[in-house]
């Protein structure tokens, strides 16, 4: 089962919004509503923004959101803050292997 | 509030075992919707699923793992267990424990514990 895909870098200013796509195929993103966003700090360990495509768990701030269309999942962060300066991931269930990750998005804050 | 913790050796040799433990407070373990599992993430790269189990005994491997993992539950003293055997230097990784619900996320993590395979 094969990494997720997701840019390497995404960037913007502060207040701006900034979106991270995931692509898989249709046995892991496309095929399932069970697609995750991780935001993980340097030295941290990975914190849960996103389940279920859209789903914020509590305490999760309203500018995060999440979308899917076909194979390919995407957060937005929007109002961009100096605390969003970090790595995220998505990950995707894929059947017969639970769980499946991406390759991983650095965001910096302009 | 739910706390994972790892403990274990931060330095394996290559070819032995490595082992770790997860303990759980502020949770039951035996809760039937989750199941808990151990993650990794070498140096500056991205996370690797290892596998899961479920307090019933059910468990589930990355099949890339699967040859060499074990992971197993202590409901009584409220911790899981990580076993990887063989391990070369590409196990050398940041190796999280973690609560996996229904939903295939990850909405528990522990703090991490770096492991080192080397001579």
């Known amino acids: 089962q094969s990494a997720l895909t997701q840019p390497p870098s995404a960037s913007g200013s502060p207040g701006q919004s900034v979106t991270i796509s995931c692509t898989g195929t249709?046995?892991?993103?496309?095929?399932?509503?069970?697609v995750s966003w991780y935001q993980q700090h340097p030295g941290k360990a990975p914190k849960l923004m996103i389940y279920e495509v859209s789903k914020r768990p509590s305490g999760v701030p309203d500018r995060f959101s999440g979308s899917k269309s076909g194979n390919t999942a995407s957060l937005t962060v929007s109002g961009l803050q100096t605390d969003d300066e970090a790595d995220y991931y998505c990950?995707?269930?894929?059947?017969?292997?639970?769980?499946?990750f991406g390759t991983g998005t650095k965001v910096t804050v302009l | 509030q739910l706390q994972l913790q790892e403990s274990g050796p931060g330095l394996v040799k290559p070819s032995e075992t490595l082992s770790l433990t997860c303990t759980v407070s502020?949770?039951?373990?035996?809760?039937?919707?989750?199941?808990w599992g151990w993650i990794r993430q070498p140096p500056g790269k991205g996370l690797e699923w290892i596998g899961n189990i479920h307090y019933s005994g059910i468990t589930s491997y990355n099949a890339s793992l699967q040859s060499r993992v074990t992971i197993s539950v202590d409901t009584s003293k409220k911790h899981f267990s990580l076993r990887l055997s063989s391990v070369t230097a590409a196990d050398t990784a940041i190796y999280y424990c973690a609560r996996l619900p229904v939903d295939y996320s990850v909405n528990y993590w522990g703090q991490g514990i770096l492991v080192t395979v080397s001579s």
């Open positions: 502020g949770v039951s373990i035996t809760s039937s919707s989750d199941h």
């Open positions: 990950s995707s269930h894929a059947g017969s292997n639970p769980y499946v």
């Open positions: 249709s046995s892991d993103v496309g095929g399932y509503n069970y």
